[in-house]
């Protein structure tokens, strides 16, 4: 995990302090991993916003075509795309001045990490935003889920 | 704060374990509660559609429970366990998880007792087959793959015939027919060895023996990688949309943490075998010992499997330890700081021989544990192995005169002293 230039804990830890996360490729299936996530986020307060074309609200929030339509700043670009789409989100993620550029699980793409990197973006790789929120913030431990998470000092 | 990897002691006392942040309470509390209440109906709803993190119902989920559960998981480098009501219990729920009618599981002969009579009777009664194979024969378990073969199980450490597994090679292979190998890692513990770091997917503990280390508390836990991919096409009992929890995928929506939250919200939900919460406190406190009893166990165990192994009155002792034993070089490679403290001899005598020398000691308790602070004795072939006929008893290494220890963590010199008035009693009968 460590080895990862793309999971660092720190990098992480900071991208939590987000307000506002465009969730690009948010399913309106809320069976679907994206809804699970979205609706966390929306659950512990964070401004989620819809990129989807083919739907015009998600989760009760507008859904917006592009990552260029989303009328606010956004921080954190969470991608649940393939990563063949990942390069061109970064583009997009770079031009509108988001902060992070967030691949979920699975999405891996060097290419679209390394050029939101070079763009001043804070980039995070095949990790889930749920799960990091749940792993440093919330309550992952409650369900036994190995948060790797040492310390002495009262939260 | 920067990324730092905890060495594995300080992981044994605090991993799971954060001070309480609602009163700051250093040692773990006991969440004495069935139920929980709700902050409102949207986070009831939440926590019941695996939403949000939530608690519900102590025989789901419950805090020290978890503490006990995220503390096994981070030994052994999982991605998360799942604990019941003990080894068995647990056992029951990891297979039932994974397995329906018509899968077949191929799994070592050399196993505990119950395990093998639940493998066989259990499974059973739910249509699944089951080859035994010899676990040191790699082309056995080779031999035994079908097309509906979707588990490879063993133990690391055979009871009672101290059978070391290569894993790695068996998990190689059950991953080239796209299956999962279970471990049961019971008598080596994550201090010994940690199945999943050789290609194990997931791990299965009777809790009640040395994690916990002190024979007061049963409990099972269920350990698991998350790197397993049961979205393979082999598995639609895990992968696909399930009827029991409204259509939900648990491999595709929750990935690495699929089965894991499979085996909580469904199979514990159903089985209904929750461990209590002061079991897992006590569990959960012996483990907080467990490098420093491990190292007394293990030195114990060599020193007296020596003791044995010179004394003319003794035919066999099966300790992977000792430099004469087949799996020696196995033991060197999966147990480089010891092979446990469960091991079994011989008496040349018999069972007569095997039953007189259990009643003339004074110091190993006489019971049907292992795995206790203390150390303990007893005769597999009229006691844990009892409903293994002579052949199964054969494949699991048992004779007649086989009487198996389990070696605490008192002076070594008082253990080898009452095992030599036992084999005295037996040179003075015959």
Redesign the interface.
């Known amino acids: 995990m460590i080895d990862n230039p793309y999971q660092n804990q720190d990098v992480i830890r900071n991208a939590l302090n987000a307000k506002r996360i465009a969730l690009v490729g948010l399913s309106a299936n809320e069976l679907r991993a994206s809804s699970f996530v979205g609706r966390y986020l929306l659950f512990h307060g964070y401004d989620v916003v819809p990129v989807n074309p083919n739907e015009e609200s998600i989760l009760g929030r507008k859904s917006y075509p592009s990552l260029s339509d989303i009328p606010e700043k956004v921080d954190i670009v969470d991608v649940f795309r393939h990563p063949s789409a990942v390069p061109a989100i970064a583009e997009e993620a770079k031009a509108v001045g988001a902060n992070c550029l967030w691949l979920q699980f699975g999405v891996i793409s060097e290419e679209g990490a390394e050029l939101a990197s070079k763009g001043g973006l804070d980039v995070v790789m095949d990790r889930c935003l749920k799960v990091e929120h749940a792993r440093y913030l919330g309550r992952m431990h409650w369900l036994g889920f190995n948060t790797g998470r040492i310390t002495a000092r009262r939260a | 704060?920067?990324?730092h990897?905890?060495g594995f002691a300080?992981?044994t006392v605090?991993?799971?374990s954060?001070?309480d942040?609602a009163t700051?309470a250093?040692a773990l509390p006991i969440y004495q509660t069935t139920s929980y209440v709700f902050e409102n109906t949207e986070s009831a709803a939440?926590y019941f559609n695996?939403?949000?993190?939530?608690?519900t119902y102590s025989r789901i989920?419950n805090?020290t429970?978890?503490?006990f559960?995220?503390r096994v998981?981070?030994l052994d480098?999982?991605?998360?366990?799942?604990?019941f009501a003990s080894g068995l219990a647990a056992q029951s729920a990891a297979l039932f998880t994974l397995l329906r009618p018509g899968d077949h599981v191929i799994a070592s002969s050399a196993l505990y007792g119950g395990t093998i009579t639940q493998l066989k009777h259990f499974l059973g009664k739910l249509s699944v087959g089951l080859s035994f194979v010899d676990p040191d024969d790699i082309e056995a378990w080779r031999s035994e793959i079908n097309g509906d073969t979707k588990l490879l199980f063993a133990e690391t450490i055979g009871n009672p015939g101290g059978n070391v597994l290569d894993i790695e090679s068996v998990a190689e292979l059950a991953h080239a027919h796209d299956c999962p190998l279970m471990i049961d890692n019971t008598f080596a513990t994550p201090f010994l060895c940690r199945p999943l770091e050789w290609g194990a997917d997931i791990v299965v503990y009777s809790a009640t023996k040395f994690l916990g280390g002190h024979g007061t508390s049963l409990g099972g836990v269920v350990v698991d990688s998350g790197e397993f991919n049961w979205s393979n096409g082999r598995f639609p009992v895990v992968a696909d949309?399930s009827p029991a929890y409204h259509?939900?995928?648990f491999h595709?929506?929750?990935?690495?943490?699929g089965y894991?939250?499979k085996l909580?919200a469904e199979t514990l939900r159903d089985l209904g075998a929750a461990i209590s919460p002061f079991n897992a406190f006590l569990l959960g406190q012996g483990i907080e010992t467990l490098p420093l009893r491990m190292r007394q166990h293990v030195a114990n165990a060599m020193t007296v499997a020596e003791f044995l192994h010179e004394h003319p009155g003794v035919d066999r002792v099966s300790y992977p330890g000792l430099p004469d034993s087949p799996y020696h070089e196995l033991a060197d490679k999966y147990l480089p700081d010891g092979s446990g403290a469960v091991f079994c001899f011989d008496l040349p005598g018999g069972r007569e021989h095997g039953l007189r020398f259990i009643e003339s000691l004074s110091l190993f308790s006489h019971l049907a544990n292992v795995g206790d602070a203390k150390s303990l004795v007893i005769h597999p072939a009229s006691t844990t192995h009892r409903q293994l006929n002579d052949n199964e008893l054969a494949a699991a290494g048992i004779s007649p005169g086989t009487v198996r220890l389990s070696i605490g963590i008192e002076d070594a010199g008082d253990l080898i002293w009452d095992l030599s008035e036992g084999l005295n009693a037996l040179r003075d009968v015959s």
């Open positions: 704060m920067t990324d990897e905890f300080t992981r605090h991993a799971g954060r001070p942040p700051g250093r939440a695996l939403q949000e993190y939530g608690n989920m805090p429970v978890a503490a559960e995220e998981a981070n480098g999982g991605a998360g366990a799942v604990a949309p259509g939900l995928s595709e929506t929750f990935g690495v943490y894991l939250t909580r």
